[in-house]
């Protein structure tokens, strides 16, 4: 790797001389003070603190009287309210640039009216332009859709993104329709005419996950610790990835741009067995290609609350690196934590800054 101009110190060189573990436990306590400041800023040959600026985009608010089920939500009330000089201050300890905030799960998803749904994703998403409107260099928002009509859901995405500004929407997995633990996902023939509007707008979806139903739960039964985001989320979410993928709805829409978070959901680290095991049993998808094929072409993964180095250079190698975008998944994770990792991350410089904002800035034309 060729050195950085004014520079004398790769960030490959540096890392290979004291190992990404340190790198990973920070530098200050490695070193005094004054030379830590001197190799963060040659790690970047920029300085960090000025101008180590991200985007992210799984960072979330909330709305009086709209839906939640985060158990922690009562906890972190105040931060996830907060659409103005709190959240950005907590944005400045991290290095953040511009947040694309999107609603708190199962926000529209957990309502099973469809008029009602249709009416809180509109009050939602006003709610947010509003906010947004007051620091628009600062934030950005994703639609909330009510994903129970899915003509509705179409006109409501036209409107954030054509009179609202929207980057594109973020839908909490899964949609209850019809009544109680009734979940309708997206792969369904219903919903074709909503992804043909998606792709035509030429916006992403981010597909984010929600708890599962309590007529799905058998399985978690006496273990309420995997309900969430420790495991059941990336399960849920995972599966509706999946079911995407199989359903041949990206040969019709070839076009189309798929969020997920969390270094994926799981997908990317086992998406060569799933192709092989297809391959060996006469089960198989509608889809044209391999399963793997759609991850890579039609796919978007973030850091969202998955700060692991590892992980995050088998996503890299897996779909590429120009898939790959930087996420916090505020307020439920900590910008400055989120930030104390990537900052230092053991990967390339150009790769960093893909990650970090470029990848992003093509991505929603920013």
């Keep these: 790797m060729a050195k950085k101009s004014g520079s004398n110190i790769s960030r490959r060189n540096f890392t290979q001389t004291i190992g990404a573990g340190a790198l990973a436990a920070g530098l200050g306590s490695l070193f005094p003070r004054t030379v830590a400041a001197t190799i963060e800023k040659n790690l970047r040959g920029l300085d960090l603190t000025a101008t ?28 996830i309210e907060d659409i103005g000089k709190g959240r950005i ?36 998403n006003d709610y947010l332009a509003e906010h947004v409107a007051k620091h628009p260099e600062r934030l950005k928002g994703f639609a909330a859709l009510p994903m129970q009509d899915p003509q509705a859901a179409s006109q409501e995405l036209a409107r954030c993104v054509k009179e609202l500004g929207f980057c594109g929407a973020l839908v909490n997995n899964f949609t209850e329709s019809g009544g109680p633990d009734s979940a309708v996902y997206y792969d369904l023939p219903q919903y074709r005419p909503f992804w043909a509007t998606l792709e ?28 969430g985001s420790a495991w059941g989320f990336a399960a849920e979410a995972s599966i509706h990835a999946l079911r995407l993928m199989g359903s041949g709805l990206f040969d019709e829409h070839p076009k189309l741009k798929i969020i997920l978070g969390h270094l994926g959901e799981g997908v990317p680290f086992n998406i060569w067995r799933v192709d ?88 929603f034309r920013l």
């Excluded at 511009?98 to 529209?108: D, K, N, Q, Y």
């Design 200 to 227: 035509q707008l030429d916006v992403p979806f981010y597909l984010h996950p929600r708890l599962p139903l309590p007529a799905r739960q058998q399985s978690y039964e006496g273990h309420p610790w995997l309900l």
């Design 276 to 363: 092989h095991r297809i391959s060996r049993t006469g089960s198989r998808p509608k889809a044209k290609l391999t399963i793997g094929h759609y991850l890579r072409e039609n796919f978007h993964i973030t850091t969202s609350g998955n700060f692991r180095t590892q992980s995050l250079t088998d996503v890299i190698a897996e779909v590429g690196v120009e898939h790959v975008l930087y996420s916090v998944d505020y307020p439920f994770e900590d910008m400055t934590e989120a930030a104390n990792w990537f900052d230092r991350v053991a990967i390339e410089q150009a790769d960093w800054v893909k990650i970090a904002r470029g990848n992003a800035q093509k991505l």
């Design 52 to 79: 180590a600026r991200k985007i992210a985009l799984e960072e979330h608010f909330s709305v009086p009287g709209i839906p939640t089920n985060n158990s922690d939500a009562d906890a972190i009330r105040l931060q």
């Design 89 to 124: 201050a907590e944005m400045d300890r991290g290095g953040v640039e511009r947040c694309i905030l999107s609603l708190v799960a199962p926000g529209i998803q957990g309502i099973s009216d469809v008029s009602q749904a249709i009416a809180t994703s509109r009050r939602a």
